[in-house]
C-alpha cells in the first residue's frame, strides 16, 4: 500500500540553525500539507501546498518557515533559525483530492537545543 | 471560545464493551468531520470521515454528526486491545483541517 515517508526520523539542531524536513508524498496525490505537534499537545496545521504554490498557512508559519517542492517528488518544509519553542513532531500529509482524505506520515522528530 | 474542543481522557473500558468519543466545535462552517488514530509517536491514520450530518458506518466504527448541536461522535463496538491509541477528532471547511487535541483510549483486556 502506498505510503507517505518522511525523513529524518529524527533531527537535532542548535538554536540558530536552518532545518529542512523531507517528505515524499503518495505518488499521484497533489495536495500536500505540513503539521507540527509539541509533545502532549494538538496537532496544528502550518501549511497547504497545491500546484506549487501555498494555498492556505496558519499563523505559526510565518517567515522563518518555507516549503518547497523541488521536483516531482519531494515536499520540503525549511526552517530557517530554529528556536527552541520550535521542537515538536512535524508531519506531512498528502491527498489526492479534497482536504478530508488526508495521509499523514510517520512524522520528524525536531530537536532544537 | 476553542474551535474544537474534546476531552483528553485517558478512557479506559474492559475490552469488548463499546466507547462513544466525542468532540465538539463552535465554528458552523466546518463541513466535513473526521476521525484518526495515532499511536504512540505516529503520525495520525484517518479511520473515517462523514461530510454534513448524519451517521457513517465502517465495521466496528460509527461516525455521528449533529451540525445542529455542532457535536460529532465516534462509536467503537466490540472493542479490543489493538483499538488502545489517542483519537483525534478533526474538521474542515476549507484547506485548513483543525484538530482536537485527542481522547487517550485503553482498552482493558
Known amino acids: 500500500e502506498p505510503e507517505v515517508t518522511q525523513t529524518p526520523s529524527h533531527q537535532v539542531t542548535q538554536m540558530g540553525q536552518e532545518v529542512i524536513l523531507r517528505c515524499v508524498p503518495i505518488?499521484?496525490?497533489?495536495?500536500f500539507y505540513w503539521y507540527r505537534q509539541i509533545l502532549g499537545q494538538k496537532v496544528e496545521f502550518l501549511v497547504s501546498?497545491?500546484?506549487?504554490?501555498?494555498?492556505?498557512k496558519s499563523e505559526i508559519f510565518d517567515d522563518q518557515f518555507s516549503v518547497e517542492r523541488p521536483d516531482g517528488s519531494n515536499f520540503t518544509l525549511k526552517i530557517r533559525s530554529t528556536k527552541l519553542e520550535d521542537s515538536a513532531m512535524y508531519f506531512c500529509a498528502s491527498v489526492d483530492r479534497g482536504p478530508y482524505e488526508q495521509y499523514f506520515g510517520p512524522g520528524t522528530r525536531l530537536t532544537v537545543t | 471560545q476553542k474551535e474544537v474542543e474534546q476531552d483528553p481522557g485517558p478512557l479506559s473500558v474492559p475490552e469488548g464493551a463499546i466507547v462513544s468519543l466525542n468532540c465538539t466545535y463552535s465554528n458552523s462552517a466546518f463541513q466535513y468531520f473526521m476521525w484518526y488514530r495515532q499511536y504512540s509517536r505516529k503520525g495520525p491514520e484517518l479511520l473515517m470521515y462523514?461530510?454534513?450530518?448524519g451517521n457513517k458506518e465502517d465495521g466496528r466504527f460509527t461516525a455521528q454528526v449533529d451540525k445542529s448541536s455542532k457535536y460529532i461522535s465516534l462509536f467503537i463496538r466490540d472493542s479490543q486491545p489493538s483499538d488502545s491509541a489517542t483519537y483525534l477528532c478533526a474538521m474542515t471547511s476549507d484547506d485548513k483541517i483543525i484538530f482536537g487535541k485527542g481522547t487517550r483510549l485503553h482498552i482493558l483486556p
Open positions: 501546498f497545491y500546484n506549487n504554490e501555498i494555498s492556505e
Open positions: 462523514t461530510y454534513s450530518s
Open positions: 505518488s499521484n496525490h497533489l495536495y
